[in-house]
């Protein structure tokens, strides 16, 4: 989900090429088409090391599966289903499961690789979970909006319960929408639309801090962490959205932006990115000019790996 953001930043680099012998060595397509059903706005997005991506829709709350080598995706599961009217942040844990964020129905869900329900696990009344990451036994969610952060315990039995970890008033500056989260185990980054900034969290203290960017802005809806490298899909203002990448120091309290990416196409409004091997793909949500038209769409991140 997005907040407009308003930037004045000139990139002076590009970023590091990524690809590998095997990233090119079968053909994906540069586009995927997920759904062509009307109002089913896309949000989140996973891909697994074997290709496999979910996306979700906020519009209706219905998962799609499929797998970066075919260009079209299929119903993972239905809009509704279980009380699922709503979905964002989706990721896969290491047992093979499909973690869901129900978006405005203030649940987190867990299905099996089948599409089963093994668990649902709910916030306060009138949470929003956004994004979520995952760190050893725990599951950490964004609020957007009581904008606190809520943990659960994650274990192969399942989910444990969802308590407030972070609340509002412990967080400076106040946030106004809290979206993307990453971890490196460490500490949390999280993304805040409404203050544009990114605020780390230390996991063993819970001390928030504002990671230190001083050549720019760096904020956004959906973040990756690989290593050093910090991507967020960004809204530079004026209906202009990018993903930006900034190179991070050894402890994560401070970022140098580094590059840009290729704007997206007018109304594509990104809001999730995720690895595919050598490429980076992001949601074409269409939520600037909701619900948009379909075909709802994927595609490759441009200009930037």
Request: hydrophobic letters at 40%; charged letters at 15%.
């Amino acid at each position: 989900m997005k907040r407009l953001a308003l930037l004045s930043v000139l990139i002076l680099a590009a970023a590091v090429p990524m690809t590998t012998a095997n990233a090119t060595s079968v053909h994906r397509p540069t586009q995927y088409v997920v759904s062509n059903t009307p109002g089913d706005t896309l949000e989140g997005i996973a891909v697994t090391r074997d290709g496999t991506m979910y996306v979700t829709s906020v519009g209706t709350g219905a998962v799609y599966r499929g797998n970066t080598r075919s260009s079209r995706l299929s119903l993972f599961l239905p809009p509704g289903q279980d009380g699922r009217t709503s979905a964002t942040g989706v990721h896969v844990d290491r047992w093979g499961r499909v973690l869901v964020a129900g978006a405005s129905t203030s649940k987190l869900f867990l299905y099996d690789a089948r599409g089963r329900l093994i668990d649902v696990q709910h916030a306060a009344v009138g949470s929003f979970l956004n994004d979520f990451t995952i760190v050893g036994d725990a599951v950490y969610v964004t609020d957007s909006a009581h904008n606190q952060l809520w943990r659960a315990p994650l274990t192969r039995d399942g989910l444990g319960k969802l308590e407030p970890w972070i609340t509002r008033d412990r967080i400076q500056p106040t946030p106004y929408f809290l979206n993307g989260i990453v971890t490196d185990g460490r500490v949390l980054l999280v993304g805040e639309q409404g203050q544009d900034v990114t605020y780390r969290v230390d996991l063993h203290t819970k001390q928030v801090s504002v990671l230190n960017v001083p050549n720019g802005i760096l904020s956004g809806d959906g973040y990756l962490l690989e290593g050093h490298r910090l991507y967020a899909v960004h809204n530079a203002g004026g209906g202009k959205y990018v993903t930006r990448l900034a190179i991070l120091n050894d402890d994560l309290t401070a970022a140098t932006l580094v590059a840009d990416s290729s704007p997206a196409a007018a109304g594509a409004t990104p809001t999730t990115i995720a690895r595919d091997r050598g490429r980076l793909l992001w949601v074409n949500s269409q939520l600037d000019i909701a619900p948009g038209t379909p075909p709802y769409t994927v595609s490759v991140v441009p200009g930037l790996r």
